[in-house]
Every structure is written in structure tokens, then in C-alpha cells.
């Protein structure tokens, strides 16, 4: 047999490697235990204590047909995980004076103001609070990759609640609300700005989109299990318009995801692609309280703004998701009462749609980075992620 037909020869086992401190032993296990009995395929995680890392670990297969390794280099889109990096972008902007969170969006975006959105402000798009959780028309895949066709309509929709009252989801706007201001401030996108204030710097492992250099080492996404049509109708009958906007138009799966559009596009809110050493490094800046890798992002006082709370309330999107009310800080999701940034309610951090998430916690000083390639049915809270973070705050 070849060299080339062994590489291709489908592996039967799903070896664990990397690194991880005795210490946090329990993270290993619970790492395991999501291979053996939680059905994962290929995965890595990664934990920062103090700014140090230790737990990188990564195993399984990084497609569907078992015949790639997951490597120590491989790469995965990680949903909105992403959006944790874009709200960076802007909170750099702001320690800098250049962004006011309490300004009109239309001060920086002059556009904006149409259809009574003059009023709209800053830390409304961070918190998803601005009314813009999707588009009113019908907005194809192929239109999500015009940045400026999407901005532009954005800019001129009406909200579809009163901005500043609720939240509710920006699955998708999110990344092109956050990310047109910080194009409008900067000159660059955030996948730029990113790459020059904080990837690039600290040489993390991940990027807004990914080049086509890259795509060697990407996993491949599997999607969830698909819910029978009837189900599927029965859910989106409970939702209201607005839901049904943020979450289908346009509707996004795994095989899209890894096609050359998606991944050429500059999708903020859903498109960054990284290892799970990337995602923990990126969350430790908030974790550091502004610092990582010896070297200063942020100063402390920006950095603890990340999880300022906007108030408490059922999410006009995903409240069907969750029991009770969550809240958003600026940028990020608090942990609150759900636990799902682990026991301080005060952590905070954000999931992909499959199971990836980024989390932070500067009181414990700790990040954690989950990725991985077969995608759950969860929006967030996936149960292979939640292993990983009581096992972390049990080792603690």
C-alpha cells in the first residue's frame, strides 16, 4: 500500500494530544469524554491561567471521513465566536478615544440615521439592543458577501423594536453594525484592524475569513442533524419576525461555510476562523484585564467595560433558547444565573452556532478556547462546551 493510500485509510481511534498541566487534569478527561461518549469528531481546547497557557489539547479528525488528523495547526470557522474579537476591534477603539459608546451610531455612520435611527447609539449594536437582528428584505448568501450592499441596507432598514428597550440577537448584523463603525473610524475592516492591533502583535492564530493559503489546514464542518420539516415548521411558527429574520435571511449551514464565497467574504459576526489556542489567547485580553503575552491591548478600565450589563431581559431572538432572562454586556454575553460562562456570573463570553466559545473570567483569570468540526444543534451551551467548563472551574 502507498504512503498516499495509508494517509487516506480511515482511522478508527481518536488519540488525544497536546499538553495540558496536571493541574487541570479534569479539562483532559472531560476532553475525552467528549470523543467517547458525546459523539465529538475532531476538537481542540485550550485554557490561559494568568496570561499562561495551560491546557492545549487537540484530537480526532478534521473531516467527515476520518482520513485527516486534527493537527496542532488546524484551522475551523468558529460562528460567533467571532464576535468576541470584533467587540475587541471596538473597545480598542474607545480606550483610544476615538469611539464613544454613549454617541449616536450616525455621529461615526452618517447614513445611519435614516428611518428614525438617528437616536440609536453605540452600545446599542454592541449589545444587540439596536432593533437590526435581520434584514426586513430578502437578502441572499451571495448579497452577505457585499459589505457594502449589506451596510447600505442595514443603514436605511427600520428596527424592528424600540433600539435600547430589549435585546435581541444579532446572529448575523451584528459583525457589519460593530464592524462598519469600526471601518469608519479606522479605515479598516475588523478583520484588518485586527490583524494590525492584536493578531499580528501577538502572533494568534486566526483571521476574519480565511486566505486561500489556508485552506489546507481548515477542518471540515459536519452539520447537525437536520429536524424533520414538521419540526422545523412547528419552531418558526413560535417565532416572531423579527427571530425569523436574524436566523434565515439568509440561512446559513456548514456547507456553505466552508466554500471559497464564504470564507473570501468578511463575515464579523460569523466567518473568523482560528485554532482553540487562537480563540483562548484572543478571549485573555478581556482575561488579563487588557494585557496578554506581555503586552497591553487594553487598558484595565476599558477591558472591565466588556461586561458592563445592559440590562436583564428575554432575548427577542433566542429567548425560546433559554429558561428566564440572559443579558449582554458590551461585546459579550455575563454568565449571570445560566452558568454558561461558568459559576461567577460576572464571567463572560460567547458561543459559536455548533458548540465552539470563547470565555473569560478576569476575577479567576482565566480564557478558554473550544473549537471543533461537528456541529451540534445548539445555539449555545452545547454540552460537550459545558463539560469543558466545570471541568475547568473544578480544577480552579
Keep these: 500500500m502507498s504512503a498516499h493510500e495509508q494517509q487516506q485509510t480511515p482511522q478508527t481511534h481518536a488519540p488525544i494530544h497536546g499538553h495540558c498541566d496536571p493541574r487541570f487534569a479534569a479539562v483532559r478527561e472531560a476532553f475525552e469524554e467528549n470523543f467517547r461518549t458525546r459523539a465529538e469528531l475532531g476538537a481542540a481546547v485550550a485554557v490561559t491561567v494568568g496570561g499562561e497557557t495551560v491546557v492545549d489539547l487537540w484530537g480526532g479528525w478534521a473531516d467527515a471521513a476520518r482520513t485527516r488528523p486534527w493537527t496542532r495547526e488546524t484551522v475551523v470557522n468558529v460562528w460567533s465566536t467571532t ?3 470584533v467587540a475587541l476591534c471596538a473597545h480598542v477603539l ?3 478615544g476615538l469611539l464613544d459608546f454613549d454617541a449616536p451610531v450616525a455621529a461615526y455612520w452618517p447614513e445611519f440615521a435614516a428611518a428614525g435611527k438617528e437616536k440609536v447609539l453605540v452600545r446599542h449594536l454592541l ?4 432593533g437590526l437582528a435581520g434584514l426586513r428584505e430578502p437578502h441572499s448568501l451571495e448579497e452577505l458577501y457585499d459589505w457594502e450592499l449589506t451596510t447600505a441596507r442595514l443603514a436605511a432598514m427600520e428596527p424592528w423594536w424600540e433600539p435600547g428597550t430589549r435585546s435581541g440577537y444579532h446572529a448575523l448584523t451584528y459583525g457589519f453594525l460593530v464592524g462598519e463603525v469600526v471601518r469608519r473610524i479606522s479605515g479598516l475592516r475588523p478583520g484588518a484592524f485586527l490583524e494590525r492591533e492584536v493578531t499580528g502583535p501577538l502572533g494568534i492564530d486566526f483571521t476574519v475569513g480565511l486566505p486561500a493559503r489556508e485552506y489546507g489546514r481548515a477542518a471540515e464542518l459536519v452539520p447537525p442533524r437536520a429536524a424533520s420539516p414538521a419540526g422545523q415548521e412547528a419552531v418558526f411558527k413560535e417565532l416572531a419576525p423579527a427571530a425569523v429574520a436574524a436566523l434565515t435571511n439568509p440561512a446559513v449551514g456548514a456547507a456553505d461555510a466552508t466554500s471559497p464565497g464564504w470564507r473570501a467574504a468578511e463575515i464579523p459576526a460569523a466567518n473568523g476562523h482560528g485554532t482553540a489556542r487562537a480563540v483562548a489567547a484572543l478571549y485573555g485580553v478581556f482575561a488579563g484585564r487588557g494585557a496578554y503575552g506581555g ?3 487594553l487598558s484595565p478600565e476599558a477591558a472591565e467595560r466588556v461586561r458592563e450589563g445592559q ?6 431572538v433566542l429567548g425560546a433558547g433559554f429558561e428566564g432572562e440572559t443579558e449582554i454586556g458590551l461585546g459579550l454575553w455575563l454568565s449571570g ?19 465552539s466559545c470563547g470565555l473569560a473570567d478576569p476575577d479567576a483569570g482565566v480564557s478558554l478556547g473550544y473549537v471543533m468540526n461537528r456541529m451540534g444543534p445548539h445555539i449555545a451551551d452545547d454540552p460537550r462546551k459545558t463539560a469543558l467548563v466545570d471541568a475547568l472551574y473544578s480544577a480552579l
Design 83 to 85: 464576535k468576541g474579537p
Design 311 to 316: 440590562g436583564s431581559c428575554r432575548d427577542l
Design 295 to 297: 503586552r497591553r491591548i
Design 94 to 96: 474607545a480606550d483610544r
Design 337 to 355: 444565573p445560566h452558568g454558561s460562562y461558568g459559576p461567577n456570573p460576572r464571567a463572560f463570553g460567547h458561543d459559536g452556532f455548533g458548540g
Design 127 to 130: 449589545s444587540h439592543r439596536a
